[in-house]
C-alpha cells in the first residue's frame, strides 16, 4: 500500500506557492523539509503527483482525501503494515 502521509504538508506548500522546485527534485527526493515524509517512499510517482497538483486543485483535493483515507485504515487496523 502506498502511504500518503504528509501529503497535506507537500499540498499547504503548493498552496503558499511554492515552485516544485523547492519542493522535490527532478528524481522525487524531498528538497523542502515538509516534503521528506511523504516523499520517503515511491517518490517519482508521487514527485508526478505533485507536478499535477501545482496547477491543478482537484489533484490538491484529492492528495488530502488520499491521506485522511490512509489515516483511518491505520486506526482501524493498527497491525496492518500500511507504511
Do not use: W
Not at 25 to 38: I, L, T, Y
Not at 44 to 53: D, E, F, P
Amino acid at each position: 500500500m502506498v502511504s500518503f502521509t504528509g501529503a497535506s504538508k507537500v499540498v499547504a506548500l503548493l498552496d503558499a506557492g511554492l515552485p516544485l522546485e523547492q519542493i522535490v527534485d527532478s528524481c522525487g527526493r524531498h528538497v523542502h523539509p515538509d516534503a521528506q515524509e511523504f516523499c520517503s517512499s515511491h517518490s517519482q510517482a508521487k514527485r508526478s503527483m505533485i507536478r499535477k497538483a501545482v496547477d491543478d486543485l482537484g489533484v490538491r483535493a484529492r492528495m488530502r482525501d488520499l491521506e485522511d483515507r490512509h489515516d483511518r485504515v491505520k486506526r482501524l487496523y493498527p497491525c496492518v503494515n500500511t507504511g
